[in-house]
């Protein structure tokens, strides 16, 4: 990995899941990773629940918008992470990949979208203390 690391995070529809995950690193790591999101079949907006989710924890995702997952992010990674989106992600050697099984909020009640929130950030902080500790 270079100095920076670049997470990407890809789910179908690059409107819940990845969104929220992308937005924790951002946060939570400010400048010390690169963070890209992407779907391999994208929603036109981010879940509204998702982001009132996020909204709780003062993170605005309102302002992103869910974009088609390309060759090209895979390949400027150093991290993808995949949240459901099966074979659709193309497969580069010396690339470091997680697959993380996250409940899919599209269509659920606030609830339901906390706990996929709060299990995306504990998985975040663990993904932020391997790729860029603080003070490394």
């Known amino acids: ?10 789910c179908v529809h690059n409107a819940g899941r990845s969104q929220m ?3 924790y690193l951002r946060a939570l790591a400010g400048d010390r990773v690169e963070v890209l999101s992407a779907g391999s079949e994208p929603k036109d907006e981010i ?12 993170i605005d995702i309102a302002g ?28 580069f050697p ?8 996250l409940e899919d909020p599209a269509g659920k009640e606030l609830d339901t979208v906390r706990r996929v ?5 504990s998985r975040v902080e663990a993904l932020i203390a391997e790729i860029a500790p603080v003070g490394a």
């Not at 974009?67 to 949240?83: G, N």
């Open 1 to 10: 990995m270079n100095d920076t690391p670049t997470v990407l995070f890809v």
């Open 21 to 23: 995950a992308a937005g």
């Open 47 to 58: 879940n509204p629940v998702a982001i009132e989710a996020m909204a709780e924890e003062g």
């Open 64 to 91: 992103s918008t869910p974009k088609v997952l390309t060759v090209d992010a895979v390949r400027e990674s150093d991290v993808v992470i995949t949240m459901g989106c099966g074979d659709a992600c193309p497969i």
């Open 94 to 101: 010396g690339k470091r990949y997680e697959d993380w099984e």
């Open 117 to 121: 929130r709060d299990d995306i950030r």
